[in-house]
């Protein structure tokens, strides 16, 4: 059964910090990996989608990479905003079909502090 | 726009009664998925319908029930079966094979009272 670990937990940065949050997972053969940011009530938001052929996904300052054999991915946050606060979220899915479920981990709760 | 719409927001239900949440998306996705959010765990999935008039049980099945009797709309019912409802409730669609990127609405709180 596929495990996903999101360290830290929580995490409180000043702003202007590049920080690192780490997502691992127990079984190597996923299809993709998605990062997602949940804010406070909210539903999820899309940020970046992994092939599991692929290395890195960036948009803007947030970088996603895969290590797929080590069964890590890690999100950088460059230059971070009070406005990144949030809680992050990292899921894997294991087949190419939409029957193929995502699972999650339980998220790290970043803030970010003027 | 094109978007997942769940409403609504927050619902209250009495000990004892069948609740609906609604969920409708405008992306033609083919598949939609329902998942429970609490506090301190993941989000689990409760049921997942990847055509019209098809769905399967995800893993805490159990006091939900569900329909898909159209491509936009997947409606949950959070039966009186279901002894602990109170829960955030997130409903995702995606495209049935491919990239599978999953897109999620705002939620439903569901309180029990």
């Known amino acids: 059964k596929q495990e996903v670990t999101q360290i830290p937990a929580a995490l409180s940065v000043p702003e202007g910090e590049n920080l690192v949050l780490n997502c691992s997972f127990t079984?190597?053969?996923?299809?993709?990996l998605q990062w997602f940011r949940q804010d406070p009530g909210k539903g999820l938001t899309s940020l970046l989608l992994i092939q599991s052929s692929q290395r890195e996904q960036t948009s803007g300052r947030l970088n996603a990479s895969l290590d797929k054999s080590s069964g890590r991915s890690t999100l950088y946050i460059a230059a971070s905003q009070p406005g990144d606060s949030a809680t992050y979220l990292c899921a894997v899915r294991r087949g190419e079909t939409s029957g193929s479920r995502l699972t999650f981990g339980e998220g790290t709760q970043l803030t970010v502090n003027p | 726009d094109g978007g997942i719409t769940q409403s609504p927001k927050y619902l209250f239900r009495k000990e004892g009664q069948n609740v609906t949440l609604s969920c409708e998306q405008n992306?033609?996705?083919?598949?939609m998925y329902w998942y429970r959010q609490d506090p301190g765990q993941g989000l689990r999935l409760i049921y997942y319908?990847?055509?019209?008039?098809?769905?399967q049980k995800g893993d805490i099945a159990e006091g939900y029930s569900v329909s898909r009797e159209k491509k936009e709309s997947f409606p949950l019912t959070v039966t009186s079966a279901q002894k602990n409802p109170t829960a955030f409730y997130l409903c995702a669609s995606s495209i049935y094979v491919g990239p599978t990127e999953a897109f999620f609405g705002q939620g439903t709180r569901l309180t029990v009272v």
């Open positions: 079984d190597s053969a996923i299809y993709n």
């Open positions: 319908s990847q055509i019209v008039n098809d769905f």
């Open positions: 992306l033609n996705h083919d598949a």
